[in-house]
């Protein structure tokens, strides 16, 4: 016989005990538990443990409903499904409903980006600059902020690369000095 023709009866049916709800949980599981995980999975976003849970759900309402139950493979696949999303979307309402439990983390070991570190140390750079000569400052402006070589600079100014080279060099040292003086 073919699959879809079978019904899933692993105990005789005049027996209604906690020892058929067993069986009958455990021939679910076998029979279904594979592609109930992977719908489980989809449904969670990938959350294995939730997923995990869904699914010990789902055979958990079986066992509590398995007088209920139509034994067609086809109509328990059915109902196990629907619970099954019926669960994950209970799921979801209660997280967007109640805030995610997240632990406690000491203001110490929190790092946040802070732009404004970022726009003073912007500042003192663009001040420590403004100290700097003309020439000092192109040759900077030229080599570090535009990306151009040595010998770009220097045709572009009209003067010997090693003018241009003296220029940053002297440029620099008087950078770390005003930025070292301010901290």
Not at 13 to 39: I, P, R, W
Not at 140 to 159: F, K, P
Request: net charge neutral; glycine share 6%; aromatic share 6%.
């Amino acid at each position: 016989m073919g699959r879809h023709s079978r019904t899933l009866r692993p105990v005789a049916d005049h027996d209604s005990g906690s020892h058929a709800h067993d069986d009958l949980a455990k021939a679910l599981y076998q029979e279904f538990g594979g592609a109930l995980m992977a719908f489980a999975l989809r449904l969670t976003g990938h959350d294995r443990q939730w997923a995990e849970d869904v699914v010990q759900e789902t055979l958990i309402k079986a066992w509590r409903n398995a007088d209920k139950l139509d034994r067609q493979p086809e109509m328990l696949r059915a109902w196990l499904f629907t619970v099954a999303r019926r669960i994950v979307i209970d799921g979801w309402r209660s997280r967007s409903v109640r805030p995610q439990e997240i632990e406690e983390i000491s203001s110490d070991a929190i790092c946040v980006p802070d732009e404004s570190d970022r726009t003073l140390a912007a500042m003192i750079v663009y001040e420590a600059l403004q100290g700097l000569s003309p020439e000092q400052r192109e040759a900077i402006q030229q080599t570090y902020l535009r990306d151009r070589t040595v010998n770009e600079v220097a045709a572009t100014l009209g003067v010997p690369p090693g003018t241009v080279k003296s220029r940053i060099h002297h440029a620099v040292r008087a950078l770390r000095r005003a930025l070292r003086e301010r901290g």
